[in-house]
């Protein structure tokens, strides 16, 4: 079974950019990132596919947050700006052993344990 750790959450203002990444013990298929904000359900951040080629994002985070991958290091990164308190929530990377990509939190199979990101006003 893949590991997923991420890193790189913290404390920000707002209008400030923060990078996240997600380790991954080996290979990886379909590689998302998902938010939970305290007493909010867990929100679908943005989807990439095995090959880097194809992202989709969140409405709430579109050009301002950007996902990659480099599968040489097994690492997926979220790149994001223009932060607002909104963004306030843990980050949970995803993975699926599948390369079909969903928006459904319940289909990812590998989950990592989540990065604290805080956004000041």
């Known amino acids: 079974q893949v590991q997923l750790v991420e890193s790189g959450g913290g404390s920000v203002q707002a209008g400030d950019s923060l990078s996240l990444s997600c380790a991954a013990s080996g290979r990886t298929n379909i590689m998302a990132w998902f938010r939970q904000a305290p007493g909010k359900e867990r929100e679908f951040v943005g989807v990439?596919?095995?090959?880097?080629?194809?992202?989709y994002y969140a409405d709430s985070v579109k050009g301002r947050f950007t996902i990659s991958r480099d599968n040489a290091k097994n690492t997926m990164y979220l790149q994001m700006n223009t932060l607002k308190s909104e963004d306030t929530a843990i980050y949970y990377c995803?993975?699926?052993?599948?390369?079909?990509?969903?928006?459904?939190?319940?289909?990812?199979?590998?989950w990592g344990q989540g990065t604290q990101v805080t956004v000041s006003s």
């Open positions: 990439i596919n095995t090959g880097g080629t194809y992202v």
């Open positions: 995803a993975a699926r052993h599948t390369n079909v990509a969903t928006l459904q939190a319940r289909q990812y199979d590998v």
